[in-house]
């Protein structure tokens, strides 16, 4: 009998614990109509150069928050931070500036940073934010009624029960204040316990004015709670700012292996053209140019001379950012007039190729693209822009890539 009664027991709570995920899915918080994929979320809050990765946003839009405990000694004392200023808990949420202020419980002891920006991330890039509200026009107008949230930090246990009130100037007044007027009336009931907290801020009332001919809104009534988990009535809106087709160049790019120095030398072209080649260097430091991956060639005869930069983007994030800057720039054509003749981008046989041409000086600039992988630069002194491309054609750049 009691073997049976196990039996059962385990049953309930096999088929019990399926119905408990799936209402925990059911309440996580969603993003509709989203398209991006997996991406990680992080919070910059704690140090600009040691972002802290606080969740995901999976396949479907659906959001996971993983807040990690931290060590805010360890963290302050990493010169790596940028290091946030705790700051008191009252403060922090906003209770300080006050004409009439009513405290049932103020925790002066405990100290909080908030956390309002929730920061995308692919491939180790920024590619946009998520911001929560009850509406999304209240994202980018303050005076828009609803709610939003943010997480608090707090280095211990502690309450703020208040009022804050502010009223509106008044020049005849004795204190300067219309104390029938009110400006702003903010109530908190907040309660934080060491480690991560939610803070609901609503705005019930706005007040409208018009002083002077000009109209504008005051935010009049305001209430921050603290909350258990995130409200139902939270919506989740994305900001997305990445050229996903760029970024996924840039991925591929540093996922290749950079060429080496003996390619380059086995690679090296004699001539380009009629123009010899009379000198090279592999490895020179170039400007605005963050890798050493790279081979200058001069080319020469009579008083033309070409000077050909070719850099390897493999491997290297800041080159394959530089690569992807000049995808976007030659994406269309354009032609722009400059003092001593005209910049522009436009294809030449078919490669999409940035001109800077210097009439006055009989100077020449290209930039493109080459091989999923290249960036070419050619400077020439007394060579016209098609002249350069026809000698830039021959320089045989995909044998460079071939191992």
């Known amino acids: 009998m009691k073997t049976k009664i196990h039996i059962l027991y385990l049953l309930s709570v096999l088929c019990f614990q399926p119905c408990i995920t799936q209402q925990m899915q059911a309440n996580l918080p969603k993003i509709e109509n989203y398209t991006k994929g997996e991406l990680e979320i992080k919070v910059g809050t704690f140090g600009s150069k040691t972002p802290i990765s606080v969740g995901k946003i999976i396949e479907d839009g659906t959001i996971h928050f993983n807040f990690p405990e931290l060590d805010l000694n360890a963290m302050a004392e990493n010169e790596e931070a940028y290091f946030f200023s705790m700051r008191k808990m009252d403060r922090i949420v906003g209770l300080f500036v006050c004409h009439d202020k009513e405290v049932a419980e103020n925790a002066e002891n405990v100290g909080a940073i908030e956390v309002r920006n929730f920061f995308l991330y692919k491939y180790g890039q920024i590619v946009g934010e998520i911001r929560p509200g009850t509406q999304k026009e209240m994202l980018d107008n303050d005076f828009a009624i609803g709610s939003t949230i943010s997480w608090f930090y707090s280095d211990g246990d502690g309450e703020v029960k208040a009022t804050c009130i502010t009223y509106e100037d008044d020049e005849n007044a004795q204190d300067g204040l219309d104390r029938n007027n009110i400006r702003n009336k903010t109530s908190y009931d907040i309660s934080f316990k060491e480690g991560w907290n939610i803070v609901e801020h609503k705005l019930i009332e706005k007040k409208d004015m018009t002083i002077d001919g000009y109209s504008f809104s005051r935010r009049l009534i305001e209430e921050k709670t603290s909350a258990t988990k995130i409200p139902n009535t939270i919506n989740w809106y994305l900001n997305y700012t990445a050229n996903d087709e760029l970024l996924e160049i840039e991925h591929q790019l540093y996922m290749q292996t950079p060429i080496t120095k003996e390619q380059y030398e086995n690679w090296l072209p004699k001539k380009i053209g009629n123009l010899k080649r009379t000198n090279y260097e592999i490895g020179k430091t170039l400007e605005r140019m963050p890798t050493l991956n790279n081979i200058e060639l001069l080319f020469e005869k009579g008083s033309k001379k070409t000077t050909v930069t070719i850099v390897d983007c493999a491997n290297n994030k800041e080159a394959a950012g530089v690569y992807t800057l000049i995808q976007d720039m030659t994406s269309r054509e354009w032609k722009d007039k400059t003092d001593t003749g005209y ?61």
């Open 343 to 403: 910049r522009s981008a436009k294809k030449m046989d078919d490669t999409p190729v940035m001109i800077d041409y210097n009439e006055k000086e009989a100077k020449t600039k290209l930039s493109y693209n080459a091989n999923a992988r290249f960036i070419i630069k050619a400077e020439a002194t007394n060579v016209e822009p098609e002249e350069l491309w026809a000698y830039l054609k021959t320089l045989k750049i995909e044998a460079l890539s071939k191992k």
